[in-house]
């Protein structure tokens, strides 16, 4: 059964700090990731993609990837109250079209 | 900034009826998809759809369930009979899909449609 886990939270973390939000994923094959953020009752909405093993940078956010361990994370600088979101963990196989998507965890930055 | 749009945002019917769900997928994208969402379980797969033709479907994707690019914008689910467990959120993404077997593709997701059925 390929699985993609996270911790559901709720994570809570002062305003102007660093958020840290984790994954692991259960099949070697893995070849694209992705991390969506989702406000309650709204639609995914993509953040960031990673594709190759380290770190990648995007404004506040930065994606890192390590294979060798399976594992996937998001950090988030400088928290805003406009962070409080749930935020999907999403992988896709190689050659699949389908996203296979984590529970996700609940992100609550406390003003 | 293109995005997926869907109609309607939300739809109620009842248990037995037929629905249809529409789309219109980012203009230069190649590869559409539908997942859906019961409320508060996480996102899953139904279908993918290429060329005019089913690429991918998940067990959830049994034979009440269909898709159709019934013109050169719009893509459509339709479940036959509705039952209620059908009740859910549902999301169509899209692709530019250029990269595939690299898997340097992205899929963003529209509104989503709110089917409620009783």
């Known amino acids: 059964q390929k699985e993609v886990e996270q911790n559901s939270g709720p994570l809570s973390v002062p305003e102007g700090a660093i958020a840290s939000l984790n994954c692991t994923y259960s099949d070697r094959g893995s070849q694209s990731f992705f991390w969506y953020r989702q406000y309650s009752g709204k639609s995914p909405e993509l953040i960031m993609s990673i594709y190759s093993n380290g770190d990648k940078e995007d404004g506040r956010f930065t994606a890192q990837l390590n294979k060798a361990s399976q594992y996937v994370s998001l950090l988030i600088r400088d928290s805003q109250p406009s962070d409080s979101a749930t935020y999907l963990c999403a992988v896709i196989l190689n050659r699949d079209d389908k996203i296979i998507f984590g529970k996700g965890t609940r992100l609550h930055i406390l003003p | ?118």
Request: net charge negative.
């Open chain 2, 1 to 118: 900034e293109p995005e997926v749009t869907q109609t309607p945002s939300h739809q109620v019917t009842q248990m037995g009826q037929e629905v249809i769900l529409r789309c219109v997928p980012i203009s230069n994208h190649l590869y559409f998809y539908w997942y859906r969402q019961i409320l508060g379980q996480k996102v899953e797969f139904l279908v993918s759809f290429y060329n005019n033709e089913i690429s991918e479907k998940s067990e959830i994707f049994d034979d009440q369930f269909s898709v159709e690019r019934p013109d050169g914008s719009n893509f459509t689910l339709k479940i036959r009979s509705t039952k209620l467990e059908d009740s859910a959120m549902y999301f169509c993404a899209s692709s530019e899909a250029i990269f595939r077997d690299r898997g340097l593709y992205e899929q963003y997701f529209g509104p989503g449609t709110r089917l409620t059925v009783t």
